[in-house]
């Protein structure tokens, strides 16, 4: 007991009156005076000081008097280090530093102090995997405050008694590097990230735990994208698929998959990248993990929109709006609203973007994430910029730098800063040259080269509308010379890309050849087996010469055989792929609530119509809308609103013939498409249809729907158009006091 005895004298030496770490103090508080007598027989009487202590403990919790607490722990530290308990006495004073460090209180130095003296003596005396569990437990908490960079050094701590080769000591080591890489992806660090993954790893493949080696190989895969490793993480990737093959962890496979596809489409392979995440998509949707349905319906509404196809992107991102608010993340939501705004915006459709903006603005807020604030205000900007509106422009470009500012990233100021600066060019020259330097010295800060060229240009403009044409002409040199380099960085950039999709090629045609290999192997067995067997029956019975033709016939039938399989399973992977196409098709094409088709398909339906308006003859379009179906939801929950629509669909499916069309349009909305019907057939439908809807039951529950109807004769030149005069009916309906039909009409 030699080492614990020097601790205590060194403690006694620093803290002879306990003055270093608790404030003997005149106090009308109980815990405080409990304190002080637990502290006056510290000396004559450990064990009451002890049961005093624990006493003034208890309290202090009760009363949430942090600084009381804080000192007791200190003083049960040592008095149990006092009896030689080391790990007890480590798990006090641990406690005693969290609460100091947020008090922001300097004894927690103090106490620091006694940890690190202790540590040495628990591994001198073996009670290692004790002091690992202490450690650990005293980092998950820091961990869980979001106090990232003192887990880690508790982490670090705890792996130093996590030595032992033991199979169960391992694993925790390897969870414990796992715990140190999630800390530094929290502090953005990718490079150590990536590196305590690797180590995770190595533990986990030295004890053969081949479910957290896949899942950890994705996880690095995820950590070396994030660094542009993109041949690295591919070859991660497939190595955690291959061993998601050979083991039962579906949840784990599905992530693998969803992390591949980020991958190929990171490198530019969309096909493969969809494939990819639609197969985690079956998975989520099979075992009805709404959350990551709706993860892999933005991966997939991603992918369609770098491929320009925004009607399927569309598709996909009004699966993830669709599917219900309390099942998915609100960040997840939130990027489906934004995506279908930005695409919005890129086709005009000003007011549709804003709307759904706006929604995602909603969420942000809510969830005080400044980083998406800043994002999603430069984008309302830019709306309000497509729509000539400067001054609201303006305004929304400031408060995205205001939030880039509160959220610490420069990057975000740098990219409110210009298009801020541009739009302030004529207004005030001298606000807008001072943000667009402000923002050229982030984005060398940053090495960031495009938005470099942007403030370039943007500087030369504004210098040259002040008359300062020199000062123009040092920036349109700048600029030139920027743009030689950012081209050849952006060849670099499409040179990887290309060097990534050709290695991705490799690997797989690598794969491929290592199971053709493994067939031929088998093959080569069995053939050598054959021999074998031939030449002892020609040893045998050498005289029936007949055997050798046998044998080749033989060979011959299992060579036709091995073919038919070949054919046999080309044919069943291009059945399969078509059934999964036809599935993807028909997940693009409905409402995953109410299977009626959605919105992307009635414009479809209607641009196709609308190709040939001469020979389209009458048709009528019918749009209805639950009343008051908010107070369906706030009194009998979602789940039963979500029971509703289903009904209500049904119930309109069994009013149509099979000509007609049923569309859910967004939310409680619904459309009906009536090709042959004259505008009084189109109202006397939708009256049979609101009668028979108020006179239903639908679980208990009535409802009332309203109705606009209109017609083609109405002369509506597009869809658009179309849609807009059975919506203005509609609100017609609504506003007269709902449960009513209202045909269009031209002079309303």
């Known amino acids: 007991m030699i080492v614990i005895f020097s601790v205590s004298v060194t403690y006694a030496q620093e803290a002879n009156s306990l003055s270093s770490s608790i404030d003997l103090q005149t106090s009308d508080s109980f815990e405080q005076s409990l304190l002080n007598q637990a502290v006056s027989f510290r000396v004559s009487d450990r064990a009451k000081s002890i049961e005093l202590a624990i006493r003034a403990l208890e309290a202090s919790k009760e009363k949430n008097n942090h600084n009381v607490s804080a000192q007791v722990h200190t003083l049960l530290g040592e008095l149990v280090l006092d009896d030689n308990k080391v790990t007890q006495s480590m798990e006090h004073f ?112 030295a004890i053969q735990d081949k479910k957290n080696m896949a899942r950890t190989l994705n996880t690095l895969a995820e950590a070396e994208r994030y660094l542009g490793n993109y041949f690295t993480a591919l070859d991660y990737s497939v190595r955690s698929l291959e061993i998601h093959k050979q083991i039962d962890d579906p949840e784990g496979r599905a992530k693998a998959f969803n992390g591949a596809g980020i991958i190929y489409r990171y490198i530019g392979r969309y096909e493969k990248a969809l494939e990819h995440a639609y197969e985690a998509h079956l998975y989520y949707k099979q075992v009805k993990d709404f959350s990551g349905i709706a993860k892999t319906s933005n991966q997939m509404g991603l992918i369609y929109t770098r491929l320009k196809q925004f009607e399927q992107a569309r598709s996909f991102y009004q699966l993830t709006i669709d599917l219900p608010e309390n099942k998915i993340e609100p960040k997840t939501l939130a990027s489906a609203l934004r995506e279908m705004a930005v695409i919005e915006l890129d086709v005009k459709h000003y007011d549709a973007a804003m709307k759904l903006i706006k929604k995602a603005y909603k969420i942000y807020q809510e969830e005080n994430n400044k980083s998406n604030q800043s994002l999603v205000e430069r984008i309302i900007a830019n709306i309000y910029r497509a729509q000539k509106n400067s001054q609201q422009a303006i305004i929304y470009y400031r408060k995205s730098l205001s939030s880039a500012i509160d959220a610490g990233s420069e990057v975000a100021q740098l990219k409110a800063q210009i298009p801020l600066g541009t739009n302030l060019l004529g207004k ?13 010295a982030l984005s060398l800060k940053a090495k960031m080269t495009s938005y470099q060229l942007y403030a370039y240009r943007e500087l030369r ?50 794969l491929e050849s290592l199971k053709e290999k493994a067939k031929l192997d088998q093959l080569d067995l069995a053939k050598k087996s054959s021999e074998v067997e031939i030449a002892e029956q020609r040893r045998r019975i050498s005289e029936l010469e007949l055997i050798e033709n046998q044998y080749a016939n033989f060979a011959l039938a299992c060579l036709l055989v091995v073919c038919l399989l070949v054919v046999l399973f080309i044919y069943r992977g291009f059945s399969t792929s078509r059934k999964r196409n036809k599935e993807l098709d028909y997940l693009a094409c409905h409402d995953p609530l109410t299977n009626c088709y959605n919105r992307r398909v009635l414009f479809d339906f209607l641009e196709r119509d609308f190709s040939d308006l001469a020979s389209l003859g009458e048709y009528c379009l019918i749009m209805l809308d639950i009343d008051h179906f908010k107070e369906v939801n706030d009194t009998y929950g979602h789940i039963i609103g979500d029971k509703v629509l289903c009904r209500l669909a049904n119930l309109l499916r069994d009013k149509v013939n099979d000509r007609d069309s049923v569309v859910r349009f967004g939310g409680e909305e619904f459309c009906l498409i009536i090709p042959g019907a004259t505008p009084k057939e189109g109202v006397k439908m939708a009256e049979i249809i609101r009668q028979k809807v108020e006179h239903s039951d639908f679980d208990n529950i009535s409802i009332t729907c309203s109705f606009g109807v209109t017609s083609i004769q109405f002369n509506a030149t597009s869809p658009t158009e179309l849609v807009h005069q059975a919506d203005l009916a509609l609100y017609k309906s609504k506003v007269d006091g709902r449960n009513k039909v209202t045909l269009w009409d031209n002079d309303e």
């Open 428 to 440: 005030d020259n001298d606000e807008a040259i001072r943000l667009l330097e402000s923002a050229l």
């Open 94 to 205: 641990l406690a005693a530093s969290i609460i100091y460090r947020d008090m922001k209180d300097e004894r927690y130095e103090y106490v620091d102090k006694m940890i690190d003296e202790l540590l040495p003596v628990a591994k001198q005396y073996e009670v290692t995997w004790p002091t690992a569990l202490v450690l650990i437990k005293q980092a998950d908490s820091d961990y869980n405050n979001k106090h990232y960079e003192d887990a880690i050094k508790y982490y670090f701590h705890a792996v130093n008694y996590l030595g032992s080769p033991t199979k169960s000591i391992q694993k925790k080591l390897a969870q414990t590097y796992k715990k140190i890489a999630q800390s530094y992806k929290r502090l953005k660090n990718r490079e150590q990230t990536a590196l305590y993954y690797k180590k995770t790893l190595d533990v986990f493949t």
């Open 461 to 510: 403009k504004a210098e040259k509308k002040r008359g300062n044409f020199a000062v123009s002409l040092g920036y349109a040199e700048k600029e030139i010379k920027l743009s030689g380099t950012l081209q050849k960085e952006k060849d670099d950039d499409e040179m990887v890309l290309v060097k990534a999709k050709l290695y991705s090629h490799k690997k797989e045609m690598e």
